[in-house]
């Protein structure tokens, strides 16, 4: 089975986290002593040049993952249409993590309903240009029926366990054998901590199944201390 991944959207050591990350380096370096994924966030308000990406990734031991968020420009703006270039120029950025870059997240807007033709076309664009895992985090209803597994399905995409759950009620569908989950925080998104018995089913869900899980209720450092649990968890079992 995959080797189970666990970070943060981010890489902020916080001031109680601080003593679980001891050492010498940037926070980066830090925090890849102990987590083995990331997801990079900042790309999906601004480029950042190769340079920086392959910074990023010499930084790192050579079993840590990031994950890349999508940029806006062509999720919310260009909402999937007429992406060539900017997936271009994205792919020529992001690229130059090399071997570390283990995912794409691609997140669309709550207002963008599926329309096949376009989805379909935009995920073959985008699997031409990158090996690695990608992931969709859709948030219209219309992306949780049957037509749009199948298109995901067909195009190795895997769909987004979110929380709070976002689209149409009903159980979690995969899309892939490799789940991605992003923990936004709940109640209140992106602040709120999970306590020990929610930490505890996603454990006990990540037993049965490959994937990765990215906590993104990092506005009060939640994040940080939730994925130090989880992985406590993990290694316990």
């Given at each position: 089975?995959?080797?189970?991944?666990?970070?943060?959207?981010?890489?902020?050591?916080?001031?109680?986290?601080?003593?679980?990350?001891?050492?010498?380096?940037?926070?980066?370096?830090?925090?890849?002593?102990?987590?083995?994924?990331?997801?990079?966030?900042?790309?999906?308000?601004?480029?950042?040049?190769?340079?920086?990406?392959?910074?990023?990734?010499?930084?790192?031991?050579?079993?840590?993952?990031?994950?890349?968020?999508?940029?806006?420009?062509?999720?919310?703006?260009?909402?999937?249409?007429?992406?060539?270039?900017?997936?271009?120029?994205?792919?020529?950025?992001?690229?130059?993590?090399?071997?570390?870059?283990?995912?794409?997240?691609?997140?669309?807007?709550?207002?963008?309903?599926?329309?096949?033709?376009?989805?379909?076309?935009?995920?073959?664009?985008?699997?031409?240009?990158?090996?690695?895992?990608?992931?969709?985090?859709?948030?219209?209803?219309?992306?949780?029926?049957?037509?749009?597994?199948?298109?995901?399905?067909?195009?190795?995409?895997?769909?987004?366990?979110a929380d709070p759950p976002v689209g149409q009620p009903?159980?979690?569908?995969?899309?892939?054998?490799?789940?991605?989950?992003?923990?936004?925080?709940?109640?209140?998104?992106?602040?709120?901590?999970?306590?020990?018995?929610?930490?505890?089913?996603?454990?006990?869900?990540?037993?049965?199944?490959?994937?990765?899980?990215?906590?993104?209720n990092t506005a009060s450092g939640a994040a940080i201390?939730?994925?130090?649990?989880?992985?406590?968890?993990?290694?316990?079992?």
């Amino acid at each position: 089975m995959t080797e189970t991944r666990i970070g943060c959207a981010g890489w902020n050591i916080s001031r109680e986290a601080a003593p679980s990350f001891a050492g010498a380096g940037s926070h980066l370096q830090r925090y890849a002593g102990v987590l083995n994924a990331v997801e990079i966030n900042s790309s999906f308000y601004r480029p950042h040049q190769p340079q920086t990406y392959a910074r990023w990734a010499d930084s790192v031991p050579d079993d840590f993952r990031f994950a890349v968020k999508l940029p806006r420009t062509i999720t919310h703006d260009q909402r999937l249409l007429e992406a060539g270039a900017l997936l271009d120029q994205f792919a020529a950025q992001a690229g130059a993590l090399g071997g570390k870059l283990g995912c794409v997240l691609v997140q669309l807007p709550p207002s963008l309903r599926l329309d096949t033709a376009v989805a379909d076309l935009f995920m073959r664009q985008l699997r031409q240009r990158f090996n690695c895992m990608l992931a969709c985090e859709a948030r219209h209803g219309s992306w949780f029926g049957d037509e749009a597994s199948a298109l995901l399905r067909g195009q190795r995409i895997s769909r987004v366990i979110a929380d709070p759950p976002v689209g149409q009620p009903g159980p979690y569908v995969a899309t892939t054998d490799e789940a991605y989950i992003r923990l936004h925080g709940s109640p209140r998104m992106y602040f709120s901590a999970y306590d020990q018995a929610y930490l505890q089913s996603v454990a006990d869900w990540l037993r049965d199944h490959a994937g990765w899980c990215i906590f993104d209720n990092t506005a009060s450092g939640a994040a940080i201390l939730n994925a130090l649990q989880l992985q406590k968890m993990q290694h316990s079992r």
